[in-house]
């Protein structure tokens, strides 16, 4: 078409391409060090599930198949890209391996055209979107509707030259235009075109050319300037993603020696995330999905994660000139005083947006691009506990309990076995040689609710006949809620207490009521030397009921509606075995509401807010909860967690309908398989 402007074009375009990709990549390794080269097999697995299929965009139809037919069709028209590109310097080049007439030639080009037609119709999806239905989740800017009209326009300016082309070619060589089942798109096209003249024809053949050839370099662009960012990035961060189980905090390595050196403990400054974390901050596509599913944003707290994201993406590119310049300003003298390394908190974001995550992972399991969450806050915080020493004014006694009584309540330990009175539950110290420990925790230890289900437990365990014993006062909270807290030095500690007592009594197999303490023995405690198998109460149960080790044969006639606890489901997707065993129960009818397994809502207890006050909101997430279980007019509310149970039952409480009651899937059990256990035993506090 034109050698020296497509020249021109190229290299003006792809220089400013090249200087902008260049500082994202030095803004990236400016982060800190993260190993993500494990387990490349499982990694490519993950990418041809998550970023080719887009598995996770599934459960959006529309969007997920208009979203996925434009992901393909960039990478089919990637190749007509660079074709175009050849031909501004011979006029029909088709870089040989895509020749007409030939059969990749041919396939390629029927290909090209379905997805320019398919790609147009995605582009339409997501206008339709944006400017009639208005998807309040999505960042609405101007700047997503000129991307789209781009690829829109991008599209017509082929199918326009190639129409136009096809007219030329086929008078070039003395043939007539037809309609080619190979270029069906651009054959139309050129039927419609045959009666122009030449000048027309070429007029038509360049405006297309150079308006699709231009749009591709000015649509690259604008992707590291933009959220469109993640058109680049969405497949390495796929790719990149954390491969540890997903309820498992990383431990501040060597801690002590940390605190020696002054090290910060946890994240103060913006280069202190890790260049896995500014990554994540790059391909957020503002899609709203996190905020969309979030407990806190739909209870009315200030946190929003799709804005957490953007804030510190802000924060970060506002800062990339001095960041990526370690001669004039991170190696200098002023450094600590750099604006880019001011605190965060309070900085950039609200001590009030980390203190109302509950740690529920409902945005990690719905963003498309597998950003994470739980890591970043909890790194916020760690920094906010352990350096500046500033945390709600409640978890200082929870804290102080937990370091002198082992407990978030301060009870004493000799309180610990007690809920085991009149059971004949063996401690370990006395049967060294049992097969099972029953890890108890601290809710189900102390909490007057929870001990019911305890004993229920306890019970169901020893009418199968399985040998267990428990830790009793040599039993120490697992850390769980200090961890989510921030306070990691508190968490290690009892970790590596607990994992001694365990491992000094050659511990191989647990059972657990509480979620919380399955996930951090089974997927914390390894980092700790810590490695046992964990099985929750409700998995071990549906195992006795379906080997007819417990039969349950007295009817409990209750409308139950299940509530998944995050820490099982979404951390460990246990869904099925508390379901399997209500169902096993003759007389229930389990119910679900709108909101379940993967995508139920939160009650608001994890991420230490159990032992806090809920952050200033329109609403409690407890209350959220409860109401949307109570529209499946229940007569009783089932869950399989300690934490959940109370949130539920306060909910219950406030809301005064004492008459729906709130179990615990073994405490259904129990009074199916006991003869003769009545209700108030059995019955919540
Ligand atoms: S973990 Fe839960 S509460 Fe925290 S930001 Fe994500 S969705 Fe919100
Ligand atoms: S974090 Fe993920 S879900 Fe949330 S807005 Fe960004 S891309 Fe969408």
């Known amino acids: 078409m034109s050698p020296i402007f497509m020249t021109l074009l190229l290299i003006v375009t792809l220089?400013?391409?090249?200087?902008?990709?260049?500082?994202?990549?030095?803004l990236l390794m400016v982060g800190a060090a993260d190993k993500r080269s494990d387990r490349v097999g499982d990694r490519v697995r993950a990418t041809i599930e998550y970023a080719f299929a887009q598995k996770r965009m599934r459960r959006y139809p529309l969007a997920g198949i208009a979203h996925q037919v434009i992901f393909l069709g960039f990478l089919v028209l990637a190749i007509r890209s660079l074709i175009l590109f050849s031909r501004g310097y011979v006029e029909d080049s088709s870089l040989i391996l895509f020749a007409p007439h030939t059969v990749i030639g041919d396939v390629y080009s029927l290909l090209k055209d379905v997805f320019v037609v398919l790609v147009m119709l995605g582009t339409l999806v997501f206008f339709y979107y944006r400017l009639v239905v208005k998807l309040a989740r999505m960042t609405l800017s101007t700047e997503g509707a000129i991307i789209l009209g781009i690829i829109f326009v991008m599209m017509v300016a082929d199918v326009v030259y190639d129409g136009a082309w096809i007219n030329l070619r086929a008078r070039a060589a003395g043939a007539e235009v037809t309609f080619s089942g190979w270029e069906p798109v651009g054959s139309v096209l050129a039927l419609l075109f045959q009666d122009a003249g030449d000048g027309v024809l070429r007029c038509l053949a360049h405006v297309g050319f150079w308006t699709h050839t231009s749009l591709v370099l000015v649509f690259l662009n604008l992707l590291p300037r933009s959220k469109h960012f993640h058109v680049i990035t969405a497949v390495p961060n796929v790719f990149l993603q954390n491969l540890t189980p997903r309820g498992r905090i990383a431990p501040i390595e060597d801690i002590e020696g940390k605190v020696e050196r002054e090290e910060t403990l946890g994240i103060k400054r913006i280069d202190q995330f890790s260049w896995k974390s500014i990554l994540d901050f790059y391909t957020c596509t503002e899609c709203g999905r996190c905020s969309d599913h979030c407990p806190a944003t739909n209870t009315g707290k200030k946190l929003s994660p799709k804005h957490l994201t953007i804030d510190l993406r802000n924060f970060l590119y506002q800062h990339?000139?001095?960041?990526?310049?370690?001669?004039?300003?991170?190696?200098?003298?002023?450094?600590?005083?750099?604006?880019?390394?001011?605190?965060?908190?309070?900085?950039?974001?609200?001590?009030?947006?980390?203190?109302?995550?509950?740690?529920?992972?409902?945005?990690?399991?719905?963003?498309?691009?597998?950003?994470?969450?739980?890591?970043?806050?909890?790194?916020?915080?760690?920094?906010l506990v352990q350096e500046r020493g500033e945390f709600p004014n409640e978890l200082q006694t929870a804290f102080r309990s937990l370091e002198t009584s082992m407990n978030p309540w301060g009870f004493s330990q000799d309180e610990r076995g007690q809920w085991a009175d009149g059971l004949n539950v063996p401690l370990i110290s006395e049967k060294p040689d049992a097969e099972i420990l029953f890890w108890v925790g601290c809710a189900p230890s102390f909490d007057e609710r929870a001990k019911i289900t305890t004993r229920a437990t306890a019970q169901l365990l020893q009418r199968a006949g399985v040998e267990f014993a428990i830790l009793g006062p040599e039993e120490q909270c697992t850390g769980d809620f200090a961890r989510r807290a921030g306070n990691e030095f508190l968490f290690q500690t009892l970790a590596e207490a607990n994992c001694g007592v365990l491992n000094g009594y050659n511990v191989k197999k647990i059972i657990t009521t509480c979620p919380h303490c399955f996930n951090t023995l089974a997927h914390e405690y390894p980092d700790f030397g810590g490695n046992f198998e964990v099985i929750h109460h409700t998995e071990f149960l549906a195992r006795l009921v379906r080997e007819g080790k417990l039969v349950p044969k007295n009817r409990v006639e209750r409308t139950i509606a299940f509530h998944d606890s995050c820490y099982l489901g979404r951390y460990n997707d246990v869904y099925d075995a508390p379901r399997d065993v209500l169902r096993a129960i003759p007389g229930v009818k389990l119910v679900e509401p709108?909101?379940?397994?993967?995508?139920?809502?939160?009650?608001?207890?994890?991420?230490?807010?159990?032992?806090?006050?809920?952050?200033?909101?329109?609403?409690?997430?407890?209350?959220?909860?409860?109401e949307q279980l109570l529209a499946t007019k229940p007569d009783a509310i089932a869950s399989a967690c300690p934490f959940c149970i109370r949130m539920l039952s306060d909910g219950l409480g406030d809301k005064e309908r004492t008459d729906v009651e709130p179990l615990d899937v073994a405490d259904v059990l129990l009074r199916s398989v006991e003869e003769n256990v009545p209700a108030e035993q059995t019955a919540g506090a």
Request: aromatic share 8%; charged share 35%.
């Open 320 to 383: 990339e000139t001095a960041l990526i310049n370690p001669s004039r300003d991170r190696k200098g003298a002023d450094a600590e005083n750099a604006e880019y390394a001011k605190d965060l908190v309070d900085g950039v974001i609200d001590p009030e947006v980390l203190w109302a995550c509950t740690s529920c992972r409902a945005c990690e399991t719905e963003c498309p691009v597998f950003i994470t969450y739980v890591d970043k806050i909890v790194d916020m915080r760690r920094y």
């Open 15 to 26: 220089g400013v391409f090249a200087y902008t990709a260049n500082r994202r990549w030095r």
């Open 594 to 626: 709108e909101q379940t397994r993967d995508r139920g809502l939160c009650c608001g207890a994890g991420g230490a807010q159990m032992f806090k006050e809920e952050e200033p909101g329109d609403e409690r997430v407890n209350h959220m909860r409860t």
